[in-house]
């Protein structure tokens, strides 16, 4: 028999083992955010393909066609697609798993569960997204017989980083977003300037000056957007390894402290929320 | 393996009042605390000093009872006594300010029916999102899959979305998915004060099974004393956040409903009292003034005066007025638009009044609940108050026609005359 001892001012020694026991919910609540989404909608998942579909169009248009931003060795439409796929869904990620717990308040006040369970389940969702992304960028690919490079088998390794920077970004919002609703405000700012300030419409070695490529590096999807692109497009986008270091950085920094933050204030959401 | 499943000790919860609204969160706060705190380094302890201090409020303090394993035990209190905190910390949704609680196995707790159901899941998925969010895995629902269906009884709208389900089948829905967890402790909240009168029966007797044949240890809210003296073996009696009160069921039932004994005012203030269900902040009752005798008598006249404010314009409104027994069951309901079906569009916002009448209370000499409520047009529950008073119904000169008795009973006047043969006769057979 499982003994369960709660004291005041003590996490608790469980909170490892309930993670484990609840593992199933991760994918539940993944599941029905899915099943979800899109009940009501004419065109259903379609929406998954259309959202990033016409961003990159806009983002040609603007930056390609208006901009003349350079794009050398590749397609522009494909230099912009390798970097809207790890940007949308880092800011998808951020926002939903932001949004979580507050979402979520029924459950947070009803009933007891490993909370840390709500935003990771979010970016699950997100990733949802991200995959139905890859598929039509494949497409894209075929339709510009572009032949992905090697590196692509590295491809995995990113988009770990893209989730674990996701999730330590999103364990700040979401505590924070329970204690002050102001962040509902600030994370849709963050991923409307992230759009243009992050290098997803244009090729970074090509456009910031190389003097200044560390300090503009420290935006940490820099590292990863540019990472992407290497991995799919090859030679032409040269990795950036400070940029790498910076990302790689950032991300172990948000995810200690955001799950520290997080295990520190979880005992009062249900009593904030 | 010890002696208790469950052991509390000097069990307490602080909340801080008016968090919310309080200067010192939000967000401006905590930024101007942390640009001003280079300044706080060099002047330590004058800052600190001039800090108001919060308002501090123990919802529950020294809080100590044991459960043994298999024991049914009830817990009593009126509303604000700490009832909730205390199913809300056992079941780990808050953590204490100070002591110690162990528990021994699984707990799952019911603190709300249907917790998680999202309304445009069917009702098949819905099942397994709640199975899940309630502790089951993906494999234990799926072996009681059936058995819950057949409890629940919705079997033909399985694969309707839940928000097109009547009231009555979601929460049987919702109690089935909980009455097949198979906890070693199980935490129950006031969950069986909706539904039918039928399916409350069906959803007791799911309850004594868990605790008489597989030993579980179960914990219960409720204010239906009826079902409190039916099911527990012994009760526990809050008030203003400490223990008043450990023994058997019955004792205890006694001495809380002598303590908590009628009402003698003949003005009864309602704004402040909580409310624990239905309202969506449009219409507030304040009050209710007796005009006729009062206390009040059997068989005489009955006027009363409910006053309550509205916050915005609303169509149709209804405002009801019933009477329960101690046990919570509704004996008499009687709503402003049950004789000639006015029901009054509210357009300006504000303090308004409806008097009621009754020409002949039928209430039977006792103590009964008053229960008040108002709706609008869509049946939407505007606001609603179970037990708002307990009201002592005295005799008086005369017998009324119709006479309704505490056990639910009701003496129509009217009569049997009967015909009875005086000759033995032979009859076929």
Not at chain 1, 46 to 59: C, F, H, K, Y
Not at chain 1, 151 to 162: E, G, Q, R, S
Request: charged letters at 20%.
């Amino acid at each position: 028999m499982n003994r369960l001892v709660i004291e005041a001012d003590r996490t608790e020694r469980q909170y490892w083992r309930d993670l484990w026991r609840y593992r199933e919910l991760f994918y539940f609540l993944a599941w029905r955010d899915l099943l979800v989404r899109y009940k009501q909608t004419v065109i259903g998942v379609a929406w998954s393909v259309i959202r990033p579909l016409l961003t990159m169009l806009v983002l040609t248009i603007v930056f390609g066609k208006f901009g003349h931003m350079p794009s050398p060795g590749v397609p522009y439409p494909l230099l912009v697609f390798c970097g809207m796929l790890p940007w949308q869904f880092f800011s998808t990620a951020l926002s939903e798993s932001g949004n979580s717990l507050v979402a979520n308040t029924n459950l947070i006040s009803k009933v007891y569960f490993p909370r840390l369970v709500v935003p990771a389940s979010s970016i699950i969702t997100s990733f949802v997204d991200f995959s139905i992304s890859a598929v039509f960028l494949a497409l894209l690919m075929i339709w510009y017989h572009f032949t992905p490079a090697a590196t692509v088998f590295l491809l995995p390794f990113f988009i770990a980083l893209a989730f674990a920077l996701s999730f330590g970004a999103g364990l700040w919002i979401a505590s924070l977003m329970v204690h002050y609703r102001d962040f509902r405000f600030i994370v849709p700012f963050i991923v409307q300037f992230g759009l243009y300030i992050s290098s997803v419409g244009f090729q970074t070695s090509s456009v910031v000056p190389a003097k200044y490529r560390l300090l503009y590096s420290i935006n940490p999807i820099v590292g990863i957007i540019d990472g992407f692109r290497w991995c799919i497009l090859g030679a032409s986008q040269p990795l950036y390894l400070p940029a790498l270091g910076l990302s790689l950085a950032a991300t172990i920094l948000l995810i200690i402290t955001g799950l520290r933050f997080f295990r520190g204030t979880e005992r009062t959401f249900a009593d904030i929320i | 393996m010890t002696a208790s499943a469950i052991s509390v000790e000097n069990l307490g919860k602080r909340y801080v009042i008016g968090h919310q609204k309080s200067k010192d969160d939000g967000l401006r706060h905590a930024l101007e605390q942390l640009a001003r705190a280079p300044a706080r380094w060099f002047q330590r302890g004058s800052v600190r000093a001039t800090r108001p201090a919060k308002r501090e409020f123990w919802a529950l303090r020294d809080v100590s009872f044991d459960v043994k394993p298999g024991e049914v035990l009830g817990i009593v209190g009126r509303n604000g006594a700490g009832k909730s905190t205390l199913l809300k910390l056992l079941s780990r949704i808050t953590a204490p300010t100070e002591g110690r609680i162990q528990l021994e196995g699984r707990v799952a707790s019911l603190l709300e029916v249907g917790t998680g159901f999202h309304p445009e899941l069917t009702g098949r998925e819905n099942i397994f999102l709640n199975g899940a969010i309630l502790g089951m895995t993906r494999v234990e629902i799926k072996r009681k899959f059936d058995e819950i269906v057949a409890f629940s009884e919705v079997e033909k709208f399985l694969d309707t979305p839940v928000k097109r389900y009547s009231s009555g089948m979601y929460v049987r829905l919702a109690f089935a998915v909980a009455a097949h967890l198979e906890p070693e402790i199980l935490i129950v909240d006031e969950v069986l004060a909706v539904g039918d009168a039928q399916f409350q029966k069906k959803c007791l007797g799911k309850m004594r099974d868990v605790s008489a044949r597989s030993g579980r240890t179960v914990l219960f809210v409720s204010h239906n004393m009826g079902a409190l003296a039916n099911l527990c073996d012994s009760a526990c009696w809050l008030e203003k956040g400490r223990v008043r009160q450990v023994g058997p069921t019955r004792s205890i039932i006694n001495d809380y409903l002598t303590q908590n004994g009628p009402s003698r005012d003949r003005v009864l203030p309602l704004a402040s009292l909580p409310r624990t269900s239905g309202g969506d902040g449009r219409l507030k009752l304040t009050g209710i003034e007796w005009l006729s005798d009062f206390p009040l008598r059997h068989g005489e006249p009955m006027r009363a005066r409910i006053d309550f404010e509205t916050y915005s314009a609303i169509e149709d409104v209804t405002i009801g007025l019933g009477f329960a027994n101690i046990e919570g069951t509704r004996l008499l309901t009687y709503d402003s638009d049950f004789v000639d079906g006015t029901r009054p569009t509210l357009r300006q916002p504000g303090r308004h009044s409806v008097v009621v009448t009754i020409d002949s209370l039928p209430l039977a000499p006792g103590v009964f609940n008053l229960d008040l409520g108002g709706k609008s047009s869509d049946n939407h529950s505007l606001d609603y108050l179970p037990g708002a008073a307990q009201l002592e119904v005295i005799p008086g000169p005369s017998t009324p026609g119709s006479i309704v008795r505490p056990d639910g009973g009701v003496r129509l006047s009217g009569g049997w005359s009967w015909d009875i043969a005086e000759e033995p006769a032979v009859l076929p057979a």
